[in-house]
């Protein structure tokens, strides 16, 4: 296993910038629809989430109170492109719930609560976890909070990074630990692991000889 500096984790960020080019994420008109295409995103792939956004922006619920106003069945069914429409249609619900109840919907009042306070609130809503509440804080509200995926995980693992069984915290605590903390950072740090996940290291018949990574691979140490 690699001996894990700053240096190694900025080395192959650089790589993967310098391959691919700035990514100019997250895709989103505003830090609400955000925080909704991070709740539709669970268990499926972002072309799906697109097809659900567009409903909800076609029909103008793209902001909270609107969309608050909505019922459940009739919200099912514009969002039912992203799966498990029934079960994120509740998500939401807890998601618009915890909104009026902590700033009356407005979610520039989620500036002046700490990170970690704001964090551990979305982790008590119905349907966020860790994945989604750190999505929710780094891409819709600026904060210096590393997100972790499964494309994150395989990157790491296969790189000797981290054993296997790491879980969230720990490799969080990998990339948080050691790079400046820079949301900008984290969110371009992020991006590239996506990209490269899905272009190159996929779950089956990755693509290791062409990957932006090649040169960190622990075949070639």
Known sequence: MPRL??????????AMLDFLGP???????????????????QNTNWQNVEK?????????????????????EELERLIQP?????????????????????DAYDLAVLAGWETGILRNRLLAVRG?????????????????VFVVDAYTARICQRHGLLPEDAGYDELQALFA??????????????????????????????????CPLREFSPSRA
């Open 177 to 210: 630990g050691r790079l400046p903390e820079n949301a900008a950072l984290y969110n371009e740090y992020h991006a590239l692991l996506v990209r490269v996940g899905k272009g190159w290291c996929r779950k089956k018949a990755p693509e290791c000889h062409s």
């Open 128 to 144: 966020i976890g860790p994945e989604t509440a750190d999505s929710i804080l780094l891409y819709a509200l600026g904060r210096p």
């Open 23 to 41: 990514s100019g994420w997250w895709p989103a008109q505003s830090p609400f629809e955000m925080a909704v295409g991070a709740i539709l995103t």
């Open 52 to 72: 659900a956004i567009a409903n909800l922006r076609d029909h103008d619920l793209l902001e909270p109170r609107r969309l608050d106003a909505v019922a459940p």
């Open 82 to 102: 992203s799966g498990f429409y029934r079960q994120k249609a509740r998500n939401l619900q807890a998601f618009l719930d915890f909104l009026r109840e902590a």
């Open 5 to 14: 500096t700053t240096e190694l984790l900025l080395e192959m960020y650089q």
